[in-house]
């Protein structure tokens, strides 16, 4: 009974057999297909694309949003000024620029953002003086050549004095103030002086 | 809308004032009235121009602490504008603040525009400010500049980083203060340089080697 439950009688047989046999492959109904895919992907991608910049909705301003909008224009204005005054402020030796530069500066691309970024970072920097003295200070153009703002200190049962500060990476002209005596560093190179007659000393910032 | 105009005048104007005034706060107490706002006026002169200006202040107070007289440190500040102008003109097209004020020292002791342009060419998009400043070291230490400017060159199309320059500079130096001439100087330490860098062309692959410093005896000030 199961057996002949199994066999397809002929009339089955036959439509089995019409159905096994494929249609011819067409090419161009392929290629047609293939297109209107393509079509369909790229008309959603610029549907998405258009959803970053069109607002789902109809913009709804209200007075209180025109409010907000304007106090975060004039807090990012503000902002901006500040910024650029106070690296304006900063004393050579540190990352400085200038306001109608920054203007006229390219974008960049952001590697090169990060590397002229590292390139600006101060590296610290070790001035060593030896010898007998109850005050020594260091001047430079990385610190306004001010006699009062790098002190020197004694290491305890010696002669060397040390003070470590940030300088850019470049050439940088110092020297010791020893007791309020201009006084060359020794070991490092003349910096002769054309604009005031008097010689200092020289080093080249470059390793950290 | 004329409350948004006042906000920002208040906010905004006294922090003009503020910057305009950055470079004479620095000065205040230093200089003499009459030098003060000489310095000052090269100072607008220089932003107008697009220069940097904090190379101005410093030379003025490095007069201010060498006890120079005012005439002198008003010749240095005009001397240093024309050449921040030279230098950022040598350097364009976008060269950074530390990098022109490098070009001019370059130029005080003795570099040439030609000179500035070859290191720019060389490294368009990256700070020379140590390339010129080893540049104004050799010079300062003897060594012709044509010689010096090509050495240098060289060293930078092979890829040769800011820490090689440097070390090579320092072996200069102390090779001319044991009594050898800075040309022979230069040139031994060149070679050995070059033993560790690429041919000029494949910098990219000596940079990607790891390549150290020359001279482990070489040390800091």
């Known amino acids: 009974m199961t057996e002949h439950r199994d066999e397809p009688g002929p009339v089955v ?21 293939l297109e209107a895919a393509a079509r369909s992907r790229l008309s959603d991608a610029q549907a998405h694309d258009d959803d970053l910049f069109l607002p789902a909705e109809p913009p709804r301003r209200s007075r209180g949003r025109v409010i907000g909008t304007a106090i975060g224009t004039a807090a990012a204005i503000i902002l901006s000024i500040v910024t650029i005054n106070r690296v304006r402020a900063t004393p050579r030796g540190s990352p400085t620029i200038d306001e109608p530069r920054a203007a006229m500066m390219p974008m960049v691309a952001p590697a090169s953002a990060s590397r002229k970024a590292i390139e600006a970072a101060p590296i610290p920097t070790q001035f060593v003086f030896d010898g007998r003295a109850r005050h020594v200070s260091l001047v430079g153009d990385f610190n306004n050549w001010d006699p009062h703002a790098t002190q020197l200190d004694r290491e305890p049962g010696s002669t060397l004095w040390s003070v470590t500060v940030p300088i850019a990476r470049g050439r940088h002209v110092y020297a010791f103030l020893v007791d309020s005596v201009w006084t060359v560093d020794k070991r490092a190179p003349v910096a002769r002086d054309p604009d005031f007659g008097v010689t200092g000393s020289v080093i080249l910032v470059g390793r950290p | 809308m004329m409350r948004l105009a006042t906000l920002l005048a208040v906010f905004a104007f006294p922090v003009r004032l503020a910057a305009q005034d950055a470079p004479a706060s620095r000065l205040t107490g230093r200089l003499d009235e009459e030098t003060q706002a000489m ?17 101005i202040v410093d030379k003025a107070l490095e007069g201010a602490t060498k006890r120079a007289t005012s005439v002198r440190i008003q010749a240095a500040v005009s001397s240093l504008l024309h050449r921040l102008e030279v230098a950022r003109e040598a350097l364009a097209p976008s060269p950074g603040p530390r990098d022109i004020t490098a070009g001019a020292d370059a130029l005080a002791y003795g570099a040439t525009r030609d000179a500035l342009r070859t290191m720019r060419a060389i490294r ?38 800011d820490e090689q320059l440097i070390a090579l500079n320092d072996d200069v130096r102390s090779y001319v203060a044991a009594g050898a001439s800075p ?19 494949t910098a990219p692959a000596a940079a990607d080697a790891g390549i150290t410093g020359l001279s482990p005896a070489s040390k800091k000030p």
Do not use: C, F, M, Y
Not at chain 1, 14 to 33: K, S, W
Not at chain 2, 39 to 47: K, M, N, P
Not at chain 2, 144 to 157: E, F, K, N, Y
Not at chain 2, 185 to 201: E, F, I, K, M, S
């Open chain 1, 13 to 33: 047989q036959r439509a089995i057999d019409a159905l096994r046999e494929l249609p011819a492959v067409r090419q161009e109904a392929i290629g047609r297909i």
């Open chain 2, 124 to 161: 368009p998009n990256e700070s020379i400010a140590v390339p010129l400043g080893v540049l104004t070291q050799l010079v300062a230490s003897g060594v012709p500049i044509a010689r010096a400017t090509g050495v240098v060159a060289d060293l930078l199309r092979r890829g040769a980083r």
């Open chain 2, 39 to 55: 310095v000052l006026r090269t100072v607008d002169s220089a932003r107008t121009r697009g220069l940097p200006v904090e190379p």
């Open chain 2, 183 to 201: 040309e022979a100087a230069l040139d031994v330490r060149t070679r050995g340089l070059n033993a560790v860098l690429a041919p000029a062309g």
